[in-house]
Nanobody, 122 residues
Framework: QVHLVESGGGLVQAGGSLRLSCTTS????????MGWFRQAPGKEREFVAA????????LYADSVKGRFTVPRDNAKNTVYLQMNSLKPEDTAVYYC???????????????WGQGTQVTVSS
């Protein structure tokens, strides 16, 4: 079992930046690919970004490509979602998830955090 905890959400103006963190104290994440998803009110959960723990391979949704990155700190057992040039349409609850493979499909991820709210004002 992997217990994930997200943090770093908040309110930011359009054009600003936020960094979300996802960590666990239950076990090392080094054998997992880590994904970030988001869900806006009334919408389905959508893929945002994912990375292998090594960072060799990453995936990004077209809507965030060039603005978001997924750096990791292996020593802290933490993966981040660095969000730059934020837009009002990025407003959502953001979730991190762990999976054995690098995938874009939410249903493929076995472990999820509780989510953190990101609100981007215009």
């Amino acid at each position: 079992q992997v217990h994930l905890v997200e943090s770093g959400g908040g309110l930011v103006q359009a054009g600003g930046s936020l960094r979300l963190s996802c960590t666990t104290s239950t076990r090392t994440l080094s054998s997992y690919a880590m994904g970030w998803f988001r869900q806006a009110p009334g919408k389905e959960r959508e893929f945002v970004a994912a990375t292998t723990w090594s960072g060799v391979s990453t995936l990004y949704a077209d809507s965030v490509k060039g603005r978001f990155t997924v750096p990791r700190d292996n020593a802290k057992n933490t993966v981040y979602l660095q969000m730059n040039s934020l837009k009002p349409e990025d407003t959502a609850v953001y979730y991190c998830a762990a999976n054995s493979g690098l995938l874009k499909v939410a249903a493929s991820y076995a472990y999820w955090g509780q989510g953190t709210q990101v609100t981007v004002s215009s």
